[in-house]
């Protein structure tokens, strides 16, 4: 029976991002990500990874899909530019596909079956996944949640370039 309820959660995963994708009303697209982003989480609780599944409804199911409603609405979604979408171009489909089969085969070709690293089943299993996750991020990469931080940052401040600027342009 759970193994049902995992294969209901993972096969809706699947279905829900294509209706994200698909989705032409912008908020409509939030709305079906919001829904993946819990899924999502239910994944994660299944493998037995909870830190993940509040990180995973706390910042993006929280703080990511408030700050994209955020943008959408600061710019005025129902004002966007009707532009030809870059997917229904045919070279871009093809430079897409592409993309995604080069990234799918250096993933699935960078797999090992055993693991000898220093965070072991074993480990996680001893110390808590909670408590490896944030030694592992705080002791080894450090840099790139520092990095993380400023791409994070980059955005925000351009939305409020961007709403600060269409604010002056109205009036």
């Known amino acids: 029976m759970i193994y ?25 697209a939030v709305l079906w990500l919001l ?36 943008t959408l609405f600061l710019l005025g979604a129902r004002q966007l530019p009707k532009h030809k979408r ?23 070709s960078s797999i090992k079956a055993e693991y000898s690293g220093k965070y072991t089943i074993k480990y996680v299993h001893d110390v808590g996944n909670t408590k490896a996750i944030g030694a592992m991020l705080f002791n080894e990469y450090s840099l790139a949640v520092l990095i993380l ?12 370039v961007l709403a600060w600027r269409r604010k002056d342009d109205t009036s």
Not at 88 to 107: D, F, M, N, P
């Open 4 to 28: 049902f309820i995992f294969a209901y959660f993972c096969l809706a995963t699947l279905g829900i991002s294509i209706m994200s994708l698909t989705r032409k009303n912008p908020v409509h």
């Open 35 to 70: 829904l993946l982003f819990l899924h999502v989480a239910v994944i994660y609780l299944f493998l037995n990874a909870e830190f993940l599944a509040m990180v995973q409804v706390i910042v993006y199911a929280g703080a990511i899909l408030v700050m994209f409603l955020f």
């Open 86 to 108: 870059y997917t229904s171009i045919l070279e871009g489909r093809l430079l897409i596909g592409l993309s995604i089969t080069a990234t799918l085969l250096a993933v699935f």
């Open 149 to 160: 931080g400023v791409i994070l940052l980059i955005p925000m401040i351009a939305v409020s």
